[in-house]
């Protein structure tokens, strides 16, 4: 929960978008945030809050349109926790799990919501300007709102399992979200931070 974080993205004009995001690492001079893609899109400066309400300028490292992962990074010394990190690969249909995040903006920030995984190994659509692809997440019944995107989904005991993606948006459809193996965002970040 403490390593949770809302992160407000603005440019010139002012604020452009906004979500949620969490430490997953630390080093001798940084921290370093994951985020979704589309989170950070468009933005030029990055303003992280934690839930504590304590503030930091961050800066985007890198970030990937098709698998929608952003690193940010913070001075090390503003971090007070980071992450839990685990294996989607323990998680089995029925396992309770939890969301912390932004929903509807900074008002509702360290919101945290509770659900099952529904789904393992499911591979959605997702639509981009230059077309679709495929993407494996998981599922799972837990509130996911707008704000959300980019935050941890976690077990009974803390440990990340993912990080919350996306949701599927439909007007006779209620209670499914869905989110990026923790692995598989960790693989991504990893080349992101190389730049």
């Given at each position: 929960y403490e390593s949770s974080t809302y992160i407000e993205v603005s440019k010139s004009r002012g604020v452009v978008s906004s979500g949620s995001g969490f430490v997953y690492k630390k080093d001798d001079k940084y921290g370093y945030i994951l985020t979704n893609y589309h989170v950070i899109d468009g933005g030029t400066d990055f303003?992280?809050?934690?839930?504590?309400?304590?503030?930091?300028?961050?800066?985007?490292?890198?970030?990937?349109?098709?698998?929608?992962?952003?690193?940010?990074?913070?001075?090390?010394?503003?971090?007070?926790?980071?992450?839990?990190?685990?294996?989607?690969?323990?998680?089995?249909?029925?396992?309770?799990v939890f969301t912390v995040g932004a929903p509807l903006g900074k008002e509702y920030m360290g919101?945290?919501?509770?659900?099952?995984?529904?789904?393992?190994?499911?591979?959605?659509?997702?639509?981009?300007?230059?077309?679709?692809?495929?993407?494996?997440?998981?599922?799972?019944?837990?509130?996911?709102?707008?704000?959300?995107?980019?935050?941890?989904?976690?077990n009974i005991n803390g440990v990340v399992g993912g990080i919350t993606n996306l949701k599927l948006v439909d007007s006779t459809v209620e209670g499914m979200g869905f989110?990026?193996?923790?692995?598989?965002?960790?693989?991504?970040?990893?080349?992101?931070?190389k730049g």
């Open positions: 303003e992280v809050i934690f839930t504590d309400g304590n503030e930091a300028n961050a800066e985007l490292i890198s970030g990937d349109e098709y698998y929608d992962i952003a690193v940010l990074k913070i001075d090390k010394d503003k971090i007070k926790k980071v992450s839990t990190i685990g294996d989607s690969s323990n998680l089995e249909l029925g396992d309770t919101t945290i919501t509770k659900g099952i995984v529904s789904g393992i190994n499911r591979m959605v659509s997702v639509e981009l300007g230059s077309g679709s692809y495929l993407m494996e997440v998981i599922q799972t019944d837990a509130s996911i709102n707008s704000g959300n995107s980019g935050g941890p989904i976690c989110a990026i193996p923790i692995e598989d965002a960790l693989m991504y970040a990893a080349s992101l931070e």
